[in-house]
């Protein structure tokens, strides 16, 4: 990516060599062995968050990471310290003034105040969750903004995830979920909430059996598209409209990519501009009656367990053309370098077994604007290498 002096040392941050060398003896007493990054968040022109997976000690910690100026990175070092707890063995908060960045070890973090509640046992999350003494587990972290546990029993087996959100962001996923469970049966499963805390800003789920469609063998995907384009099908038709309007691909959203991608990557800049102009003379092919979207449509959302597809992870759900989700998935395929015409017959095929499908033109038109402003944008703000490898030639197919 081209430099950016608003964000200096983002190459640093993003260099988990660098990293290690930049902690070891600072964030905990032993040397840092490793350090792997699992998530990037990447404002260009304005910051960089990153979670990173660090080995020491034997053990496995998260820490999360944020870019500032010198004087801003100071005083968010003293606010954070101000309300920190406990993470031993690791400092709880750190102030590194030569990558101008502040790092929180798990549990703390800038945005997510309730991020405790995910890091052991306790009264609240055994409330929460619906059975006693369960142990948690990070699943998943995105800094500032959500993170994941799984949750299991005395006897070990996994009952529920839970799940806290900085913000409203747990209200919102467990409307969704509640209203996606009108559509539950047949060819889809939605598991249900199990519990919710509006103070702990937490949900918790039933966690559900199957296997990620993203960790399929490519012999398989066909017959998991098929059942996937079937269960939103099911979805459309059954769920009650959200009140929320699905708007990740309106204009100002596919405009603000655009110039997003020319700032990170001049060369893949006129490949972009060019599918927006396409896009908007086009713009009437996008259209199409609301329906209940799942708004995140992927392989990582969906579990096949025999003849039943799960879909999770509702919190963007929304209302808005059925081409939406489609287009998504289609997009999503692309990215990984797996799709192709049969590829996505399969899923418009399941889709048809259950409802009509939308037009060619619009899941076309779905899938072009996803690969811009839902693949080829996060190839930039989530730093995945892979795609960036590839973003001209990605936007120039779209």
Known sequence: MAPDPAVPQRDELLDERAVAEALSGRLLPEPVEAV?????????????????????????HHVAAR???AVAGAGAYRRAMASAVPAPPLRPVLHVPELDAVFWAFPNDRRISTLPLLAGRSGTLDRLVGRPHVTPRLVAYCAERSASAECAGEDGRVVAYAKVHAGAGADRERRGLEAARAADGGCLRVPRVVGASALDCALAVEAAEGRRLDTLEPAELPDALRR???????????????????????????AKAVGVIARARPDAGPAAAELLARLLATRADAAGPPVALHGDANLRNALLDGDRLTLIDFEDASAGPAAADLGQVVARLRGMGIADEAMAAALVDGYASVRPAPSEAALRWHTAASLLARTALPAVSRVREPLLANLRTLLEAA
């Open 67 to 69: 870019s500032f100026d």
């Open 228 to 254: 996937l384009g079937a269960a939103l099908a099911t979805l459309h038709g059954r769920a009650p409209l959200p009140d929320v309007r699905f708007e990740r691909l309106d204009v100002e959203r596919l």
């Open 36 to 60: 792997h990054r699992e998530y990037a968040k990447y404002r260009v022109g304005e910051s960089l968050r990153v979670v990173y997976r660090i080995e020491a000690g034997g053990r496995d």
